[in-house]
């Protein structure tokens, strides 16, 4: 059961690089995300956050460099990802939830109750009849993280899920993360709030201008930061 | 000066007491110019929403092939329909030129394109906004494409709107291959065509309004459906 879960873990990326144009978004990024630890990918903003995760999430082709799943070339169907601005279809908040089993290929018998377990999960009972698009911010990421969950993930990317929350909204979802993790489910998130890192994150991937900073566990990151860009970065200075 | 106030003041009467040769005409309008979307629908939108989703070589030409065609001329698919359907042309046995069906047909190919370009334009770019986050949730580029359809439902009645408003209101194609057979196939448009070079002005210009009067209703009608979802679904 154990290994059935772990399919598709560790990540490994090998001298990834994406260029668009002339701009590259991440260069000579050799990571591994392993199987368990919640992974945190810190930087400021524009660091290539997204980019690295839409890579490892299999939506992005690396222009130089492979990415292997669990030591396979090709993506796995087991990952779920929750952006940044998820975008809702123009159905009930329901209705997001059902799309997604329908194409999962759940049985329609089994639809009903999963969606109301996943409702519950996130909070969003009460407005499960509520057109997506008109929740607020933090109920559409919520309803955005069930809609992930709802592929019965192993893996669950995360993109800066709180950047535009206020924090009841964000403590809504950080609560979340732990609930999702604690359930077995390999959590990678991306964040530039270094509060939040050093309340979820297990291991770090710190990333600046596209490159691999230092990477580590998050109690040695944040007690004895190896590098200077670490360092400052964590002191609160502008890392241009 | 008079010709136009009389005629027009009969005009109203035709339409307020309904008479029935002015009711006849606009009906069989509605039906074929309906039926006539309704085709042009089924093969329009699947195949704009599959262009907007597909990449395969020539897509490019396709689609420009495709606009150009928005502009296709009626009278010229009038006659290629006219050709084809004739007793001496390839499918003449089917007996349908100067019936209602071969009117359906001819404006089912005038719009079938405008139908299929313009809901392509539609879909693509939802699926801009759409296509990584679909493609995570693990749709096919087919699946994508049907959820499309469905996600851009008012966006899409307003382009039916559009290949109605064209059928409804061209002349060129249904004179042709429907032959303006009064009772059978004379529907507004040829109607008010035959009229204005009879002299009967009253009968044209009361076909004039109700065409005009419906159109604007049927806008307004989409309008107020497409405010109302937005407001509702976002």
């Known amino acids: ?240 | 000066m008079s010709t136009f106030s009389e005629s027009l003041l009969v005009a109203v009467g035709l339409i307020v007491h309904l008479d029935p040769h002015l009711t006849g005409i606009v009906l069989l309008s509605l039906r074929v110019s309906l039926t006539a979307t309704l085709v042009a629908a089924l093969i329009g939108l699947p195949l704009g929403a599959w262009i907007a989703v597909s990449r395969f070589p020539g897509r490019d030409a396709l689609i420009a092939v495709l606009n150009a065609m928005m502009g296709l001329p009626p009278v010229v698919v009038g006659l290629v329909i006219y050709l084809l359907l004739s007793r001496a042309g390839p499918l003449g046995s089917w007996g349908l030129l100067f019936t209602p069906t071969a009117m359906v047909i001819a404006q089912t190919v005038l719009i079938a394109p405008i139908l299929a370009a313009l809901s392509r334009q539609v879909i693509a770019d939802a699926w801009t906004e759409y296509r990584e986050q679909l493609t995570s949730l693990g749709a096919t580029p087919f699946g994508g494409a049907l959820t499309l359809l469905w996600d851009t439902r008012y966006s899409l009645a307003t382009v039916l709107l559009a290949g109605f408003g064209r059928a409804i209101a061209e002349v060129g194609a249904v004179i042709i291959v429907g032959g303006n057979i009064d009772g059978v196939t004379r529907v507004m448009t040829t109607t008010i065509a035959l009229e204005t070079s009879k002299g009967d002005l009253p009968l044209a210009l009361g076909l004039g309004t109700t065409l005009i009067a419906l159109t604007l209703i049927l806008n307004l009608a989409a309008q107020a459906t497409k405010s109302w979802a937005r407001a509702r679904f976002g």
Do not use: C
Request: proline content about 5%.
């Open chain 1, 1 to 240: 059961m154990a290994d059935a879960r772990r399919r598709g873990l560790p990540i490994i990326a090998r001298n990834v690089r994406v260029a668009r144009g002339d701009a590259t978004l991440l260069d000579d990024v050799d990571v591994t995300i392993p199987a368990d630890e919640r992974t945190f990918i810190l930087g400021p903003n524009g660091s290539g956050k997204s980019t690295l995760l839409r890579v490892l999430h299999g939506l992005q082709r690396p222009t130089a460099g492979e990415v292997l799943w669990g030591g396979a070339a090709t993506h796995p169907s087991g990952q779920a990802m929750v952006f940044q601005r998820p975008v809702m279809l123009r159905r009930s908040a329901r209705g997001n939830i059902r799309y997604v089993l329908r194409s999962s290929g759940v049985a329609r018998a089994e639809r009903n109750s999963r969606i109301g377990e996943l409702l519950g999960l996130v909070g969003l009972e009460h407005i499960a009849h509520r057109p997506a698009r008109r929740l607020s911010g933090g109920e559409q990421q919520r309803l955005a993280l069930a809609r992930a969950l709802a592929r019965d993930p192993i893996v669950l990317f995360l993109d800066e899920p709180t950047a535009s929350l206020d924090p009841a909204a964000t403590k809504a979802i950080e609560d979340l993360v732990h609930t999702i993790s604690e359930r077995g489910i390999k959590v990678v998130m991306s964040t530039h709030d270094i509060a939040e890192a050093r309340r979820l994150a297990g291991e770090i991937i710190m990333l600046h201008h596209g490159r691999i900073v230092e990477t580590g566990a998050a109690m040695s990151f944040f007690d004895a930061p190896k590098t200077d860009e670490a360092k400052k970065f964590l002191a609160g200075e502008l890392l241009i």
